[in-house]
Structures are given as C-alpha cells and as structure tokens.
C-alpha cells in the first residue's frame, strides 16, 4: 500500500513515459483495438443506443461520450482547440457507425473516425468549423446589416 505523500506505483509508472510536444504532434501508429473520434461540435456528444422499456418508457442502453469543445473559451483555456479527440474502443466503431445522429454528425462533417492518432487540429482542418450552436463572437456581426442588431461595444 502507498503512503499518503507518495504516487501510487501506477502513476509514478505514467509520468515517466509521457511524449514530448513533437512526439504527441506525429500520427503514432493504430493502436491495438482502439480509434479516435474526431470532433469540431461546440459540445460533448453522447451518442446512446435507447431501448424499448416498459409502456411508454425508453432506456439507455449502450453510449459513447465523444468530447467537444471547439470554438468555446472555457475557465482553463483562453485559446480553443479546433477540433477534439475521444479514444474509444473497438466495439464503440461499429456502434457509432450505425447511429443515426452520429452518421449524420458524420455526413455533416463535424466527426470522423480514424483507427491512426493525430493532431486533432490537423484533422479538424479537413472538417467544418461552422458549428451552429458555437457561441456568437465579433467576427458573426462583421457583415451585419442595416436593421440587423449588433451588439454593443466598450470603447
């Protein structure tokens, strides 16, 4: 058993083999039974496989949790990411494949699966960035007409 002050074996094991910034960047090779779900949603997205309940009642069956995020300032970062990856487990490809909202996200461009880990900016530059729940920012009123409202500015 670990002591209060000392990592557990299990952590003291992960932080000696983190990647440095250049080896993160490079597309590493697929790993055995894993994908990555890239995303250019402004939200996390949980795709769920509802079943039939009693009467009247639906329940949640299998889910996959995909992370967004993109284009959202949040508390810990003033620079959004363009786009988001989600590992996920073999079983969870064939599972999002066949999910409506997901294959629409998907034909949308806004999520694509890759069996290869990459750059999830690299990848996202391939996608759509115009997420239409995304928060309103300057650049949305820019071209804003006459009677269109604009908003207020500090000066």
Known sequence: ??????????????????????????????????????????????????????????????????KGGTGVVGAKNLVTPLGVATEIGEDDIGFLESNPLFKLHA????????????DPERVAADMNLKDPSAPRTQAHYANAGEGEAKPRLKE
């Not at 034909?107 to 990459?118: D, E, F, M, P, S």
């Open 1 to 66: 058993m670990a002591k209060r002050n000392e990592p557990a074996p299990q952590a003291a094991a992960q932080n000696t083999t983190q990647e440095t910034a250049p080896q993160a960047a490079a597309q590493a090779p697929a790993s055995k039974g894993r994908a990555y779900v890239f995303s250019t949603l402004a939200t996390d997205q949980k795709y769920v496989n509802w079943q039939k309940g009693g009467g009247d009642i639906h329940i949640s069956g299998h889910s996959v949790l995909v």
């Open 107 to 118: 034909k949308n461009g806004y999520v694509t699966i890759q069996r290869r880990k990459a």
